[in-house]
């Protein structure tokens, strides 16, 4: 495939995990690896979180933006229940908060296709270069939070985005700064805050209930469906 400068950005999750340890009980608790990967250029990102549930997902999508310094002009993802509510060759629905955070960047998200390899292949060997470059040399040691894991993931991807590719005799680095740098969009002028979205009843007494918490809304709304947006801000 040809790829654009600052077009498409794969986004996928390592299939291994990493282990974190508690510094107090000894008990461990496993990372996921969260990878991102630039068509034109092959500029990867990577982070651990704890989960690949919404907000994890989500929130690593916004971090992953404010790496690059930029946004591209879609995301390409597989089909997780994170990102797609409904899967669909043609027409997938994408989770609602999900969307949210598309709007927020002005990007858009083209989940690949079912049993289309092709359409992920970028994600999928930027998966195996991370889990060989910087899991492999993870994997025996001892972390005690999520942000120490981070920190040494950050010190290996930069090397990985700086070694020089045989197959093109430059670095990641070096080809994201020709390439796609200069075309990425711009980052929104406000950090992106989490909001989670979900579909609530209004009750007969015109009351809907979020997380246990019960909030009125007009009358008119009563028994009709709505989406309620939930943030911490």
């Not at 120490?148 to 430059?170: S, W």
Request: net charge positive; hydrophobic share 35%.
């Amino acid at each position: 495939q040809h790829h654009k400068g600052g077009e498409k950005l794969f986004v996928d999750y390592c299939g291994p995990t990493l282990t974190i340890t508690c510094p107090t009980t000894q008990e461990t608790r496993t990372a996921q690896v969260f990878v991102a990967v630039l068509g034109a250029s092959n500029y990867t990102y990577a982070e651990a979180t704890y989960s690949q549930q919404l907000e994890d997902w989500v929130m690593s999508h916004a971090r992953c933006f404010a790496f690059l310094g930029g946004v591209p002009e879609l995301v390409i993802p597989d089909n997780l229940k994170s990102a797609v509510s409904k899967p669909c060759r043609y027409e997938p629905d994408l989770n609602p908060t999900y969307h949210q955070l598309a709007e927020y960047y002005n990007v858009a998200v083209i989940p690949a296709r079912p049993y289309k390899p092709k359409d992920k292949s970028k994600a999928e060997v930027g998966v195996q270069i991370v889990e060989r470059w910087i899991m492999a040399r993870l994997r025996n040691q001892t972390f005690y939070s999520l942000a120490h894991l981070n920190q040494e993931i950050a010190k290996l991807l930069d090397v990985m985005n700086n070694k020089v590719m045989k197959q093109y005799q430059q670095s990641r680095k070096q080809l994201f700064d020709m390439l796609d740098k200069s075309a990425l969009k711009p980052l929104p002028e406000k950090p992106y805050h989490y909001t989670q979205i979900k579909t609530v009843r209004v009750h007969i007494d015109y009351h809907v209930e979020i997380e246990k918490h019960y909030y009125s809304v007009p009358y008119q709304w009563v028994k009709k469906q709505l989406r309620a947006h939930i943030t911490n801000q």
